[in-house]
């Protein structure tokens, strides 16, 4: 028996890394999951075939979160095809390009921020009304320990991530009435391909193992890693968690 059993899950950005993961987790503890994917459909079948493989439903669904008629389309045939939903994992999001305020460009600010904060919103709105009827119902937001720090080069990204935390908080204390559990989940470096992206245009690396000296208890953080802490918020476990903010970065953010 997993703490999960009879539960369906929802996971924006289903098809790889920290999404990937996240549903492999919530399947592995007992949830069908619906994995949604903006590109590459075969990474997303991949994770649904595992799912499977191991007793559970799963179902693909392409949608790109930023548009709200493709969220719509998505949540309704999510629903027709696995039932109620709920579990709602907004994790979908792309990374900006790295510039100033002075040299960014006002489209790449509405993609990243329309992607992260509007996504998120689109799909609590869609799939909150049927959760409010079920015993428990939660939502988790996968945001950014880039919210602690808000470094310089990275407004559109800052920005959309701190508006999906700003998000939670606020419909935490909506739909507490509910039953409805709303937390986030903030990683800082993952070993993901974004991951990779970043750290070898920051930092020049050819692989993600030559920081795993220098990181938090010898190695970059896994998806695996971050899926755990949400199968944890889910769960029997945290049945009085909601409205809260978990880092996950090895000790190395200190937001007081």
Known sequence: MGTLDGRTALVTGGGRGIGAAIARALAAEGADVAINYAKRSAHAEEVAAAIRAGGRRAEIFQADVSDYAACEAMAEQALERLGPISILVNNAGIASRGNTVGEGEPAE???????????????????????????????????????????????????????????????????????????????GLVDTEMGFRLMRATRGVESLREIDPESAFGHVCTPEEIASVVVFLCGPGASYVSSQRIYVSGGTVDAR
Not at 128 to 152: H, K, N
Not at 160 to 186: C, D, R, S, W, Y
């Open 109 to 187: 600010m509405e993609r990243v921020l329309r992607t992260h904060a509007f996504g998120s919103w689109y799909m609590a709105h869609l799939l909150i009304p049927q959760m409010r009827e079920l015993e428990r119902g939660d939502v988790v937001q996968i945001t950014s320990a880039a919210t602690a720090g808000l470094q310089a080069n990275g407004s559109p990204y800052n920005m959309a991530k701190a508006a999906q935390e700003a998000f939670a908080h606020t419909l935490a204390k909506e739909e507490m009435p509910h039953g409805i559990h709303v937390n986030t989940v903030a990683p």
